[in-house]
């Protein structure tokens, strides 16, 4: 497992994000993650704004663009993207304070009953 400094650069649904990662020696890659370990249903509400994804709005909600969030990288699915947990903590932009008081959005995603747990 691989660790990287990264900001969200916007949610594509519930359990795949665009990230600009930090891969050290001022690198950086912009690419989709899928999160780790979950599936998040298709859950939406028609509203008269539209209709609303309930899994994208909470990862908006905690991560939005911008955001500043460790990421560990595990390996690619079959579609090519990486899997990955997400770690976060609102405000922060230090790596030790969100690895140590930080929450992990893949666990919350679950926990809220908006995941699935998904292996393969």
Do not use: S
Not at 3 to 23: F, K, M, N, P, S
Not at 40 to 48: H, M, N, S
Not at 51 to 65: G, L
Not at 90 to 107: F, M, P, W, Y
């Amino acid at each position: 497992m691989f660790q990287y400094e990264a900001e969200v650069i916007r949610w594509v649904d519930g359990d795949t994000a665009w990230l600009d990662i930090d891969l050290g020696f001022y690198t950086h890659r912009q690419t989709d993650v899928r999160l780790a370990g979950i599936n998040t249903p298709e859950r939406v509400e028609y509203r008269l704004q539209g209709i609303v994804d309930q899994a994208k709005a909470f990862n908006e909600a905690r991560c939005p663009a911008g955001a500043f969030v460790i990421v560990e990288i595990t390996r690619r699915d079959k579609y090519g993207r990486w899997l990955a947990l997400i770690r976060y903590m609102t405000g922060a932009r230090v790596r030790e304070e969100i690895l140590q008081h930080g929450r992990c959005l893949n666990d919350d995603l679950l926990a809220e009953g908006l995941a699935q747990p998904y292996k393969k």
